[in-house]
């Protein structure tokens, strides 16, 4: 099964988490996501690996906007610091390639809670 969505729409995952995304295009993206109890840990906290989907999927989005739609990337590594828990509301995911190169892209992203910092990563894409 081969599926290939175009920039700026959701993936069949993305969707079950809730994603929306706002912004696609010239190797930035944002997508925002709001808490709901399926994305919860033991600890009434978002799960972390939500915040990870978020976070790969809004860099996947920086990264596929640079392509004209014949060409696409995937995630070769991620590194994610979680600075601080979510207990409720919305987050925000801003995403942006450092370096377009013709294999690998390098990308950085911040999630906040509105003026909060609550993870930031980095990322290494390749290009297929």
């Known amino acids: ?3 290939s969505a175009p920039v700026g729409q959701n993936s069949a995952f993305s ?3 809730g994603m929306t995304i706002e912004k696609a295009e010239s190797g930035e993206a944002q997508v ?3 808490m709901q109890d399926h994305l919860l840990n ?4 978002m799960h972390g690996g939500a915040l990870f989907s978020l976070i790969d999927t809004a860099m996947g989005q920086a990264s596929h906007s640079l392509f004209d739609g014949q060409a696409g990337s995937m995630t070769l590594e991620c590194k ?5 828990a979510v207990e409720d509301g919305e987050i925000v995911c801003n995403a942006r390639v450092l370096n377009a190169g013709r294999k690998v ?4 992203a ?3 809670q509105g003026d909060r910092l609550v993870a930031t ?3 290494t894409f390749i290009c297929k």
């Not at 033991?42 to 906290?45: D, E, S, V």
């Not at 994610?80 to 601080?84: L, P």
């Not at 892209?105 to 950085?108: A, G, K, P, Q, R």
């Open 42 to 45: 033991l600890h009434g906290r």
């Open 32 to 34: 925002r996501m709001s």
């Open 121 to 123: 990563a980095q990322a």
């Open 80 to 84: 994610i610091n979680y600075i601080r």
């Open 110 to 112: 911040r999630v906040q």
């Open 1 to 3: 099964m081969s599926h």
């Open 105 to 108: 892209h390098v990308l950085e």
């Open 15 to 17: 969707t079950l988490l």
